[in-house]
């Protein structure tokens, strides 16, 4: 990503590959220097970092898809192994993608900081003379009338250009934002890589999985799931709390989308500061709430059905919600996993298909044709009585009984017809009984403060401006000679230093400078 | 939002959408004969009424001036050669032309009004299917295919105002009625309300300017192609410094563009996914496409890198841009998975 355009790259250039012989540590560093900050070594590291970011999207990556990094350890543990020893899972944080990066960047600067210092002295100084002859140039025109050095200059100041003169001869060039903005593109480039390193180092996020009539308070221990940056402090997180009152998933009833979704609401109750009135907010898919700064992200919803279950001694061991993983997307079929720690004699754990919509499939199943909550039924299809393993200090994962824990427990119901709500199913040899109580919604959201976002949107959009001021502005030069004695005739040349098309404009420049002003120039860059 | 399209509208913007592309096959098959059986470029700049490739090496100075110049006795001049070297390739070495057949004069007329017809009637199609659904008709694979198309058209025709490109019409509109036809085929689905990710007035700022960069890369593109399969026999085809000129004027205007669109794309992420950027598949081959127009740019301006290096690195942007488009909608799972593509 080097300034584009550079007599003095290709000079350097020359110097890469033209190195002595016999060379000191500074003469080594010298050329390592010049090479790094050559055009060519400027343009493979551009490519090598398009390269380098394709296995990213080939290979699932950690943080975005972890599943799917999950998936490739349980289908080929010895490949994934592999995998991850290149960092293909963590592309985007390997050591080798921030060498291209850091030497892409550091060649950068080696090629901005000289040229910033070119610029900012030729911007003081003045165009240089006018050439002998200037019908050897690009554009060339004779102009009529008698025109003096004085009217000339005064008649290009007119257009904006900066002028100077000499006996005879006035020069004048423009277009010296092109190398502004050529330069303040890059340097707004760095400006963003900076932005992103402090969002990394001083952001943080989070994912909490909120069921409908529970709260959430920002504090560390609130979340399921919480990336700090490294200069996060756990103490610093904005104090503030909220109560899911309600979420609302609105469908296509009919037709080919039939169950697509229309629409995601979650109503929320916000306390902006601990003891600070609660304010309503209702959040979208695309209307994150903002708490100074702290986003908090709508992604991902599912179904958290009730139960309310009785162990063997008589005694409620469990009353509650029970988040569900979607298995379905489509309809949000989902399975649920109870584990009863506190059910007397022996625990309980209980596998329950939830069905939002049911209907009876062929062969006496159950299955949901629609995602929204028409006909809920809990169908228990699975109850063992046993010891979870709970108390191992094996971390288990909410959603699944370990299938090795699973082997040893005792096996009581293996397929239950589904309850409807307020339905209960009475467990073989007095275990106890499970009752399906109702059906609330869970929300995954994640929570966000990233103090680099801010600046990185000023320098995208300082980029983008000084990208098109580079892009379209050309440096333009044009010379006025006045001849001497009667006979003489005035004349005018012009050139481009970049390239392009500058006979229409050159045209209207001399149009200008034989009627002293002229209306039909208006580009004034 | 409605959650019901439409009928009426939707089943007039299919039909408008075959109407399209039916329109832009005639228009390429007269293109094709313009091409073939036309004027060669050189003698039609020759023409008065044609105007001159803007800045032939800086020599669109008008042909007085360039008599002027030899009034002078200042024959160094290249561009004077420049020019004076095409005449001959056109008319000095050959007879007389003879006059063509009325029919292959008027074929390159009724391409272009063929064309501009088809982009009305496709930007038709796009409107009512937008005015089905009830929003921004490019929510999914389907509606943004033609989309590209329309911009492409747009892109060339625009351009083919101001800059003799008419040598591009058979190949731009030509890809833009195969793109049409695939999308019919294979990506038609019915009208309806867009996943609710994209309920969002970013669609609008952020789809809308990836369709625009791509229309212009498209005729990018083409330019590229035409300049590697080019011949030097092939007098009816610019030459290769033309087509390269076209190529990158096409490039500098989509280029900001394209930046515009990934900026307003990590403007809607931060809204929608809870960060700005977070490598999701579109995300890297937006930004691998991004870069490698950059390395463009820069070759461009690097010595040893101009014509055909150059223009590979180009063609190697757009095929970033079109695996983009195609291959990662459908092949590769990611937030932006909006494809739709009927099972």
Not at chain 1, 483 to 512: C, I, K, M, N
Not at chain 2, 243 to 251: G, Y
Request: glycine residues 10%; aromatic residues 10%; negative net charge.
């Amino acid at each position: 990503m080097t300034v584009t355009d550079t007599p003095e790259r290709d000079d350097s250039e020359k110097a890469a590959e033209a190195r002595p012989a016999k060379l000191g540590a500074v003469g080594w560093a010298r050329w390592f220097w010049r090479t790094l900050t050559s055009m060519r070594t400027a343009l493979i590291l551009l490519f090598l970092f398009a390269l380098a970011s394709i296995p990213g999207s080939i290979w699932p990556q950690r943080g975005v898809s972890d599943a799917m990094v999950g998936q490739y350890y349980a289908d080929d543990p010895e490949l994934a192994e592999w995998l991850d020893r290149f960092w293909l899972f963590d592309v985007f944080k390997a050591p080798w993608f921030a060498a291209i990066y850091l030497l892409l960047f550091l060649s950068l600067i080696g090629c901005v900081l000289p040229r910033t210092m070119a610029h900012l002295r030729e911007l003081r100084k003045k165009p240089p003379a006018a050439p002998r002859n200037l019908s050897r140039l690009p554009q060339h025109a004779v102009l009529d009338g008698d025109l003096t050095v004085e009217e000339a200059a005064r008649r290009l100041r007119r257009l904006r250009f900066r002028v100077t003169t000499g006996p005879g001869w006035v020069s004048a060039e423009k277009g010296y934002l092109k190398e502004t903005g050529n330069l303040l593109f890059h340097v707004a480039l760095l400006g963003l890589l900076v932005a992103i390193g402090v969002g990394a180092l001083y952001g943080y996020r989070g994912n909490v999985l909120v069921v409908e009539g529970d709260g959430f308070a920002n504090t560390v221990a609130a979340y399921d799931r919480y990336m700090p940056g490294q200069q996060v402090n756990a103490e610093s997180l904005e104090p503030f709390s909220f109560t899911l009152e309600d979420f609302q998933a609105t469908y296509i009833a009919k037709g080919d989308k039939r169950g697509q979704a229309l629409d995601y609401s979650a109503k929320l109750a916000v306390s902006d500061l601990p003891g600070a009135p609660e304010r309503t907010y209702e959040l979208k898919v695309n209307e994150p709430l903002d708490v100074n700064g702290t986003m908090t992200y709508l992604l991902d919803h599912g179904y958290a059905p009730t139960f309310k279950i009785t162990d063997g001694k008589g005694q409620v061991a469990f009353e509650g919600s029970v988040p569900c993983l979607v298995i379905d997307p489509a309809t949000f079929t989902s399975e649920c996993v109870i584990k009863v720690a506190d059910a007397q004699p022996e625990q309980l754990g209980i596998l329950v298909a939830f069905l939002p919509s049911t209907v009876p499939a062929e062969g006496g199943e159950w299955v949901s044709i629609f995602p929204g909550a028409a006909n809920p039924t809990a169908q228990v299809y699975g109850a063992f009585a046993g010891d979870l393993g709970m108390r191992d200090g094996v971390p288990q994962s909410v959603y699944e009984i370990p299938p090795e824990i699973q082997k040893k427990l005792k096996p009581l119901v293996m397929k239950a017809d589904p309850l409807a709500v307020g339905q209960k199913l009475d467990l073989p040899g007095g275990a106890g009984s499970i009752e399906f109580t109702g059906v609330k919604e869970w929300i995954a959201l994640q929570i966000t403060y990233d103090p680099g976002r801010m600046p990185a949107l000023l320098a995208s959009v300082l980029a983008t401006v000084a990208l098109v001021f580079s892009l379209t502005v050309r440096r333009r030069r044009v010379w006025v000679r006045v001849g001497e004695g009667p006979q003489a005739r005035a004349e005018a040349g012009g050139l481009t230093r970049t390239g392009g098309d500058f006979g229409e404009e050159f045209a209207s420049v001399v149009a200008a400078l034989n009627h002293g002003s002229n209306p039909g120039v208006k580009d004034a860059r | 939002m409605p959650a019901e399209a439409d009928p009426v509208l939707a089943a007039l913007s299919d039909q408008l959408i075959l109407a399209t592309v039916l329109l832009y096959v005639i228009a390429m098959l007269a293109y094709a004969l313009d091409l073939a059986f036309g004027r060669a470029p050189a003698e039609a700049s020759a023409a008065p009424a044609e105007p001159v490739l803007a800045a032939v090496g800086g020599a669109a100075a008008p042909a007085a001036s360039a008599s002027q110049r030899e009034e002078n006795g200042d024959t160094a001049l290249s561009e004077a050669e420049e020019t004076s070297e095409a005449g001959e390739g056109a008319g000095g070495t050959q007879p007389a032309p003879k006059p063509l057949p009325v029919w292959v004069t008027k074929a390159g007329t009724a391409a272009l009004a063929l064309s501009w017809l088809g982009l009305v009637v496709n930007l038709a199609a796009l409107a009512t299917r937008g005015l089905a659904a009830g929003r921004w008709p490019w929510g999914n694979m389907y509606e943004f295919v033609i989309a590209i198309c329309l911009a492409a058209v747009a892109a060339f025709l625009l351009m083919q105002l101001r800059y003799p490109v008419r040598f591009l019409g058979a190949f731009v509109v030509g890809a833009a009625a195969l793109g049409l036809g695939a999308a019919v085929h294979a990506l038609q689905v019915e009208a309806g309300p867009a996943m609710v990710a994209l309920n969002s007035y970013w669609i609008a700022i952020h789809v809308s300017a990836a369709i625009a960069a791509s229309g212009l890369f498209i005729v990018a593109g083409a330019c590229g192609v035409i300049y590697l399969i080019r011949n030097d026999a092939a007098v009816h085809l610019p030459t290769r410094e033309e087509l390269e000129r076209v190529a990158h004027r096409a490039i500098v205007i989509g280029f900001p563009i394209w930046t515009f669109a990934v900026i307003a794309g990590a403007l809607w992420a931060d809204k929608a996914w809870g960060r700005y950027w977070g490598w999701d598949p579109k995300e890297i081959w937006a930004f691998i496409t991004w870069i490698v127009y950059a390395g463009y740019l820069h070759a461009r301006a690097t010595a040893g890198w101009k014509g055909r290096s150059a223009t590979v690195v180009q063609l190697v942007a757009f095929a970033c841009l079109l695996f983009n488009l195609i291959g990662v909608n459908i092949f590769i799972p990611g937030l932006h998975s909006y494809a739709e593509i009927p099972g």
